[in-house]
């Protein structure tokens, strides 16, 4: 089969550590009750606030708090609670009726042991995250497969989300201020393997259409609100001032905003090739400037009635033809690209070639590895269509095993 050629050089749980989610008792810091730690931390919560009348300040900020009770316990244990707590008295309503002048402890890092303790247990994670992020980087032997296509990408982690960016769009930050990648990258793999957009985590019916759906609602990124991803960001491990959301939002203000990554730009720069010729450009309205003023091919106005998957097809016909020095009209082959060109400006053979060219399942197959251009056409008919046509699905998923069979 031809091709695909390579152009020229030119995861609802978290755990308190931000870890692996792992099961484990946690002891009240005043009585002997005991809770089976994540499921169970709001009822342990509950508990000391209702039985104990304590308030923990902040609580979603510190970093483990199955030491942080237990650090409280031996305290507790040693001197009265008042030592350590401010009093606040208020009024409530408990099952509907009024209490009046209710005392209550709360426990923060006003008093200098908290401060201490929720120091030394943020310290604690950072350290634990910048040793298996050091890890993670010095680790060589990465191999693992592509969310989307079937491209074993190696040797390092690195390689594998610059590759998710560049090829794909999947933009989920600086591989530097990423750590657990395996395990994010498995969250990811579950949900796309049950058919789920990884931002909105609504079901699809097939691949195809979930892919479609995340290309057009520029979903190819993942939550924010979601807690289950804040483990994997360092700067979440640095501390409450900052967060990856807020930095992320800095950026993005809203899903109905394109999804920039400005911060990928110095060391990640998207390459398109011009369907002629051998320029590639940074940006998709580059490209199409560029192929109006030197090759007289109107990209957009060509394609301006064509779904995304004839629009594919087209492309990789294209591209085959100019490579194989033929030209896309008439496919009189040339010696050169260059007299291939210059044949199709003078004949006047630089327009849309014949849908009956084009128009064939072999098609549907990349000319070339990584085509940045494939990346960036949208649908010139319906942009708000996400539904595929049926007998299209069902073409698509022959070809994909067709392809799993010649790779085998």
């Not at 409280?72 to 350590?84: D, H, M, N, R």
């Not at 057009?216 to 967060?243: Q, T």
């Not at 007299?339 to 990349?366: A, C, G, R, V």
Request: with cysteine; aromatic share 10%.
């Amino acid at each position: 089969m031809f091709g695909p050629l390579e152009f020229s050089p030119t995861v609802k749980e978290i755990s308190d550590q931000y870890g692996k989610i792992e099961r484990y008792e946690v002891g009240c810091l005043l009585c002997s009750s005991t809770f089976n730690f994540p499921s169970e931390k709001d009822v342990c919560l509950g508990h000391i606030f209702e039985s104990h009348k304590i308030i923990i300040a902040d609580v979603h900020q510190i970093g483990n708090l199955k030491k942080y009770l237990e650090f409280w316990k031996q305290q507790f244990s040693e001197a009265p609670i008042t030592e350590f707590c401010s009093t606040i008295v208020a009024d409530i309503k408990k099952d509907g009726l009024p209490l009046k002048d209710k005392e209550y402890f709360l426990l923060s890092d006003v008093h200098d042991k908290d401060k201490f303790i929720r120091e030394k247990l943020q310290t604690e994670l950072l350290e634990s995250a910048l040793d298996q992020q050091k890890s993670e980087r010095e680790d060589t032997n990465y191999s693992h497969g592509c969310l989307f296509c079937r491209q074993i990408i190696e040797p390092t982690r690195s390689e594998y989300l610059i590759h998710l960016s560049t090829q794909h769009n999947l933009q989920l930050g600086k591989p530097e201020n990423l750590v657990y990648v395996d395990e994010l990258i498995e969250i990811l793999e579950q949900k796309m393997e049950k058919l789920q957009c990884i931002f909105c985590e609504r079901t699809f019916k097939d691949r195809n259409v979930l892919k479609e759906h995340m290309r057009k609602k520029m979903h190819k990124r993942i939550n924010p609100d979601n807690k289950v991803y804040d483990r994997f960001y360092i700067v979440n491990y640095k501390g409450s001032e900052k967060s990856w959301k807020k930095e992320k939002k800095r950026r993005d203000s809203a899903e109905d905003e394109p999804c920039d990554w400005s911060d990928w730009q110095e060391t990640l720069t998207l390459s398109i090739v011009c369907l002629f010729c051998e320029e590639s450009f940074s940006s998709w309205e580059n490209v199409l400037n560029h192929m109006i003023h030197v090759h007289n091919f109107n990209y957009e106005d060509s394609t301006s009635e064509m779904d995304f998957y004839e629009q594919v097809k087209l492309v990789n016909f294209i591209r085959r033809q100019l490579y194989r020095n033929r030209c896309i009209n008439c496919d009189n082959e040339f010696s050169n690209r260059v007299e291939t060109l210059e044949h199709m400006i003078s004949q006047i053979h630089n327009i849309m070639p014949s849908k009956d060219l084009w128009n064939q399942p072999e098609f549907y197959f990349p000319t070339y590895e990584n085509d940045a251009f494939l990346c960036q056409i949208e649908d010139g008919i319906n942009d708000n269509e996400e539904e595929l046509n049926s007998d299209l699905s069902e073409a698509l998923s022959e070809i994909n095993s067709l392809t799993s069979l010649e790779q085998e």
